[in-house]
Nanobody, 120 residues
Framework: QVQLVESGGGLVQAGGSLTLSCAAS????????MGWYRRAPGKQRELVAR???????DYADSVKGRFTISRDNAKNTVTLRMSSLKPEDTAVYYC??????????????WGQGTQVTVSS
């Protein structure tokens, strides 16, 4: 009942920049947190960055200083600005959000994933 639609991603050379965006829609009463995860080939999905309501952004150590996450609470969107990209940032990036629906139950939703490929 809560859908996440991602945009952005693509192919970029090492040292370049990309921006990922994610918009949540549906029966949303409140969103507790929005963030980005990634899964590289042969690896488990890992947290990249997230913003919990009322808190400061969390970043994976590997992206600190290079990635910036921001959230627009009014629009239920989250954006990940990635700079100084490295080949090891190559992965499928997934948007994630969890919170409350208007009907009461919690939701925890994932986007469909967007490919980020960084060439050396």
């Amino acid at each position: 009942q809560v859908q996440l639609v991602e945009s952005g991603g693509g192919l970029v050379q090492a040292g370049g920049s990309l921006t990922l965006s994610c918009a949540a829609s549906g029966s949303i009463f409140s969103i507790n947190a929005m963030g980005w995860y990634r899964r590289a080939p042969g690896k488990q999905r890992e947290l990249v960055a997230r913003i919990i309501s009322g808190g400061s952004p969390d970043y994976a150590d590997s992206v600190k200083g290079r990635f910036t996450i921001s959230r627009d609470n009014a629009k239920n969107t989250v954006t990940l600005r990635m700079s100084s990209l490295k080949p090891e940032d190559t992965a499928v990036y997934y948007c994630n959000a969890y919170g409350l629906t208007h009907s009461g139950p919690n939701f925890a939703s994932w986007g469909q994933g967007t490919q980020v490929t960084v060439s050396s």
